[in-house]
């Protein structure tokens, strides 16, 4: 099948052009003949201005000697910088020409002005190019809501393509040797942000919850470039700065890194931090994932629905500090919500055992690195609580003070036998855990009854 | 170790006609690696010229010696370069450049969406791929296609473009990096904070077999002591500002040298040296290395070099070498060989040129110490040696 994608493409470096390149990748394996056509020089076999109605027009007369266009959907493609109503209006109507051109038009949703349309024009015009789109797809189940509220689409008509579903590994390390590979110390809980440094990312959150988190051992890096050429970003930048510079144990790293860095920075943190303010889906999630690193990450757009992730979603600055608290193990309460495997009652106990594990120091070995397996043998000695004094308050008259005199009395003598006990039992479970599981045993398969 | 797998090799330009020391040292590295059993692909442009890229080889893929396989894929233009010109400029002036604007820069020149598609769909079946050097699209573009199986020989100078942010990730997410000398690494470690595995591996000449400078002289009519260049004859290599030097030493000083040079790019000489100035054009190798010997001394007027191969060639022909110091790698090796003369300015150009004049015996005497300096350091087989080993440390067969 000869295939147009049009997107924003290598070498530029920005999650819409990572995005295409490996959905490209992906058809051209399947044997489809693809070609790009890209918003300026690059990679792509094909360039073109597409902003406006010039730029639709343009494109209209390059869709029809294909099976299939692929359109990598972002609106400052298409309608440049603060487009009037009547100047989106203008471009819609241009775009549903483009696309009813086309033989077959698929619209991958990235971004799309969520208010809908401003004015009635605008609103018919955009139903038009909507309506000429044979296929829309967004990432998220919220984001198809959205899409088909803003819109008037039926929501029917929009799928939802998984972020990573075409994402692929860029690295093979391992922690031990990502850490080396950048310089950073081999111990510690290390807490990464990382991505294009703006204010809508909301990395300055992030500095401000880690406060404190320094003296027990942690780090927060925030990797990432900044985009010199909007002034909004310089001052941000410029308060982040400061920001990181009174707050110990955090880094800013104003670094262009490699996609293959990318990665490694991700294998060497024990969690992400993306305290976005605005987003709708994000690729760094689906990265995480890949590496089966936890994510703190704000509660909004569909991050709720991106699958792959684990996640722990916050919704306020107050949230985000317990959180980043919890995944350090300063407090016990981890509690990571949504994402739960479909209706595999294996696969769910198993989730719920290695959650539930997080959640007790007992089985907190951080950052996703605890497999189920451990879990599994640990959680007989896990259920035991653990032992204490017994309740020194009684409904008979004098009966608690006396209990409380008893207490004090031997205390000297008890307090080291229930702490030796409880030491006892966490050995056991650490001991346990470490073992290598029985091989004849399945860590996942039908349960006994 | 075990020579399986496929290496990929990525100059920007390869084939008959091609100047550049990098573009020499990929292809006599490629069919190093493949005389000793390796299966190597080069996979290249259609262009001879870095300056206008047009394309004049053919597309497609052929075989040449040593079982090579060479695949070409057509440079594309699609601009003006209008605005290239402008950021160059303001790259040249020290202004900073957004990274957006940054990006433009480099996507307005050349582009290769061929070559680029083709490591898209193929560059699994390649154990290594070896781009160089760092400045083209080529090796920007394509060389983070599969950034773990890439080996970039940057061929880095110290030249603004070098300390632009958008090269940071080919520094910094290639599997490792190639370099030709100690400056050149030493200058890619003080640009970039965190550099990917390394190694300096040198780089290779091929000792001819004997030298004819009378017949050099006797075929091109050249009488008299004279110095020499080879290669490109550009602003970047500081070609006229040195033929403007030399021209002012020669007749105020009153010096009896001409110049004989060779390579690719236009020669303007100052009308009182015009009749001492012998362009040559482009020449075998085998003539160029008559030239080396048949010349007083080989002028390096480069402060660009991340290894100079026309100074180690010239001191295999025993000839001496005055080099720009404004080099690093120019006066490492100048240094460390003991053989060569290093210049800050053009006083001390034309003093150099003095003293090859006025004491030509002393100073093949120290040209001397050059052909050992290159016999030990840099022929093919100790670098292949060590490329082979750090493909194999890398990239392990698997």
New interface residues.
């Given amino acids: 099948m000869r295939i147009l994608m049009v997107s924003p493409y ?4 920005d999650g819409l052009a990572n995005y295409a ?1 490996q959905e ?2 992906r058809l ?2 399947d044997g489809h003949d693809v070609e ?1 056509l890209s918003p ?6 094909h ?1 073109l201005d597409l902003v406006g109605v010039r730029g639709a027009l343009a494109l209209a007369r390059r869709v029809r000697g294909y099976d299939r266009i692929i359109v990598q959907y972002h609106p400052n493609v298409f309608f440049g910088d603060r487009p009037t109503p009547s100047e989106r209006s203008r471009t819609y109507a241009a775009l549903a020409v483009a696309f009813r051109a086309a033989h077959h038009v698929e619209v991958r949703v990235h971004e799309y002005p969520h208010a809908g349309a401003e004015t009635r024009g605008e609103a018919t015009a955009a139903r038009q190019m909507w309506a000429a789109v044979d296929r829309i797809s967004v990432h998220t189940e919220r984001e198809r809501g959205e899409l088909a509220t803003a819109f008037g689409i039926a929501p029917a008509r929009i799928s939802i393509e998984e972020h990573g579903a075409n994402f692929e590994k ?3 390390l391992d922690k031990v040797d990502a850490r080396a ?3 950073l110390p081999a111990d510690g809980f290390l807490f990464l942000a990382i991505g294009f440094v703006q204010p809508h990312k909301g990395f300055d959150r992030a500095v401000r919850a880690f406060s404190g988190l320094a003296e027990h051992g942690c780090r927060l890096e925030i990797v990432g ?5 909007d002034t909004d970003y310089v001052a941000y930048v410029e308060d982040l700065r400061a920001l990181v510079s009174a707050t110990p144990g955090a880094n800013l790293r104003e ?7 990318f990665d490694i920075w991700i294998v060497a943190a024990d969690a992400l931090v993306l305290p976005y303010r605005l987003i709708w889906s994000s690729g760094v999630c689906e990265r995480a994932a890949l590496y089966h690193r936890p994510v703190i990450a704000s509660r909004i757009g569909g991050l709720a629905d991106q699958g792959g992730a684990e996640m722990m979603l916050v919704d306020d600055d107050r949230e985000l500090a317990i959180a980043m608290r919890s995944l350090a193990g300063l407090v016990d309460d981890v509690r990571i919500t949504g994402n739960w495997p479909g209706a595999d009652r294996t696969a769910v106990m198993d989730e719920i055992r290695l959650r539930a594990s997080r959640r007790s120091p007992a089985g907190a070995s951080m950052g996703g690195t605890q497999t189920v397996a451990p879990v599994r043998q640990t959680a007989p000695l896990r259920r035991l609580r653990p032992l204490t004094m017994p309740d020194a308050r009684s409904a008979r008259p004098g009966a608690s003070a006396m209990k409380r005199v008893v207490r004090r009395l031997t205390a000297w003598q008890t307090d080291p036998i229930i702490k030796q006990v409880n030491q006892l039992q966490q050995a056991a479970i650490e001991a346990v855990a470490d073992r290598p599981a029985d091989p004849s045993v399945p860590a996942s398969g039908p349960t006994a009854r | 170790m075990e020579r399986k797998g496929r290496l990929g090799f990525v100059p920007a330009r390869y084939g008959d006609g091609v100047v550049g020391g990098a573009e020499a040292v990929l292809r006599e590295m490629a069919h190093g690696l493949a005389q000793r059993g390796w299966e190597v692909d080069v996979l290249t442009t259609c262009a001879r010229d870095h300056f206008t890229w047009e394309n004049v080889f053919d597309p497609g893929v052929e075989t040449v010696a040593d079982g090579v396989t060479v695949r070409r894929f057509p440079t594309v233009i ?2 003006a370069r209008a605005e290239r010109a402008q950021f160059n400029a303001a790259i040249s002036a020290g202004a ?1 450049l ?4 940054q ?2 820069w ?3 020149d050349l ?3 061929e070559m ?2 083709y490591l ?2 193929h560059s699994d079946e390649y154990r290594a791929l070896v781009f160089a050097p760092y400045l083209f ?1 080529p090796a ?3 060389g ?1 296609v599969a ?2 199986r890439t080996i970039l020989m940057p061929c880095l100078h110290d030249e603004p473009e070098a300390y632009l ?2 090269f ?3 520094f ?3 599997r490792g990096l190639w370099f030709l000398s100690d400056p050149e690494c030493d200058l890619a470690r003080s640009i970039h ?2 550099l ?1 595995d390394y190694e300096v591996i040198g780089s290779g000449l091929d000792v001819p077999a004997h030298y004819d400078p009378e017949g050099f002289r006797a075929r091109h009519g050249i009488e008299g002591p004279f110095v020499m260049y080879a290669g490109r004859r550009e602003g970047g290599k500081n070609w006229e500002a040195m033929l403007d030097a030399f021209a002012r030493a020669v007749v105020n000083g009153g010096l009896p040298l001409s110049l004989v040079t060779m390579g690719h790019g236009e020669v303007v000489a100052p009308p009182e040296i015009a009749d001492r100035v012998f362009d040559l054009g482009y020449v075998s190798e085998a003539e160029r290395n008559d030239a080396y010997a048949a010349a007083t001394a080989y002028i390096q007027p480069s402060a660009f070099e991340s290894f100079s191969r026309t100074m180690m060639e010239a001191w295999l022909a025993g000839t001496m070498v005055i080099a720009a110091g404004a080099s690093a790698v120019n006066r490492w090796h100048c240094d460390r060989s003991g053989a060569g003369l290093v210049y800050d300015d053009d006083d001390e150009f034309e003093e150099c040129l003095r003293f090859i004049s006025e004491a030509p015996d002393a100073a093949a005497g120290i040209a001397a110490a050059g052909r050992q300096y290159v016999l030990d350091h840099y022929t093919w087989p100790p670098v292949l040696d060590a490329v082979e080993r750090s493909i194999d440390a890398w990239l392990p067969w698997s």
Avoid at chain 1, 40 to 45: D, K
Avoid at chain 1, 255 to 261: C, L, W
Wanted: hydrophobic share 30%; charged share 25%.
């Fill in positions: 290598p070498p530029a470096r390149v490209v990748k051209r394996a790009v300026g020089p690059s990679a792509a076999h360039h860029r690295t093979n590979r950048l310089g470039s900044v985009r010199l050429d670094e262009y890194v490699s996609d293959a860095e | 699609s601009t900073p957004a990274m957006s604007e990006e433009r480099m996507n307005d582009r290769l969406p680029f598609h898209l769909d699209w920007f573009a394509c983070q950034p773990d942010d958008i940071h990730p080919v910094s997410g290639s904070p965190r990917t």
